[in-house]
């Protein structure tokens, strides 16, 4: 986020916004928000090993959101750092929307849980907060890079990537390449339905990718199968398409179980990079729903990049 007159050097990926809802320290009026904590484990070694660190620390990278001019420097510096403060700063508020009606039981029976505008946020920002992502951005460089070949320099393979994937440098036609690749993430979830689940117990988790997304199809698909996008160590939002949505409540808000929990555990594991994140230290159940996925995670039949 940016700092002031000053740019941000260290550029999160995944925003601290965000990684505080998933902190031991969340929502506690003694603890400064700079100072939350997270613990964090890495899957891809032996033993799952687990650290408790700032937020801060985390789910970033130099520069990433740079676009940078012929001679290498940076031009328009924080532009996007400051697009992303705003859309961090609307996650804020529809988060605090949804938690002061997701704790009312009465709410359960609603079949109507989730308004409209809440519906076009939460789709927006999982598609921008895929879009952001190094891997995604990576991609769209090698993309780019294929497509261009020769033409064009290492620099400007980075700033064509941010522009095409990141369009919020101009205004847009429906027909310019960046509403297309917007919309090839964003269309597959149109038709598809909404549920929110309340973990009590507080253990729902999240990853450095943030968001399970499941689909039959090979990529560009009509629709998505299933996404899970944890939203706090409590809520987490769940999007049914395909055969999926014929067999659940439409817009629903539903208490999360163990089955629920082990779901989330292993769609976010199964989705991860190299990290999953929590609230808590994992106990038992979950090391052994790590661990039962993990032996599965090279085949990445669900993954949509």
Not at 55 to 61: A, E, F, L, R
Not at 117 to 125: G, L, N, P, S
Not at 286 to 303: F, T, V
Request: charged share 30%.
């Amino acid at each position: 986020m940016p700092n002031g007159d000053k740019r941000t050097k260290k550029q999160h990926y995944i925003p601290q916004v965000y990684l505080r809802g998933f902190s031991s320290d969340y929502l506690r009026e003694d603890v400064e928000k700079d100072k939350y904590r997270i613990y964090f484990y890495e899957l891809d070694k032996e033993g799952l090993p687990s650290r408790h660190v700032p937020i801060k620390s985390v789910c970033y990278k130099n520069d990433l959101y740079e676009v940078t001019g012929e001679n290498g420097n940076i031009v328009l510096p924080n532009y996007l750092e400051t697009v992303f403060s705003v859309l961090e700063n609307c996650f804020s508020k529809y988060r605090s929307r949804l938690e002061r009606k997701a704790f009312l039981p009465e709410n359960y029976k609603t079949n109507c849980f989730l308004t409209s505008d809440e519906k076009v946020f939460w789709v927006t920002y999982i598609v921008i907060q895929m879009l952001r992502s190094p891997e995604v951005l990576k991609l769209a460089e090698k993309t780019a890079e294929e497509i261009w070949k020769d033409k064009v320099d290492s620099n400007q393979i980075n700033n064509i990537a941010r522009l095409y994937c990141l369009p919020f440098f101009k205004e847009l036609n429906e027909d310019d390449m960046e509403t297309r690749v917007m919309n090839a993430f964003l269309e597959p979830m149109l038709s598809m339905t909404f549920g929110i689940g309340v973990d009590v117990e507080g253990r729902v988790i999240t990853s450095d990718k943030t968001m399970f997304i499941y689909t039959k199809e090979e990529f560009p698909c009509k629709e998505y199968g299933k996404i899970i996008f944890p939203i706090t160590s409590e809520l987490c939002l769940y999007m049914y398409g395909a055969e999926e949505k014929t067999n659940v409540r439409k817009n629903c808000l539903f208490p999360i179980d163990e089955y629920d929990r082990e779901e989330i555990i292993k769609s976010m594991v199964a989705s991860a990079f190299e990290k999953v994140y929590s609230s808590k230290e994992l106990n038992d159940n979950e090391i052994r729903y790590i661990n039962e996925i993990l032996s599965d995670r090279r085949k990445r039949e669900y993954a949509i990049f």
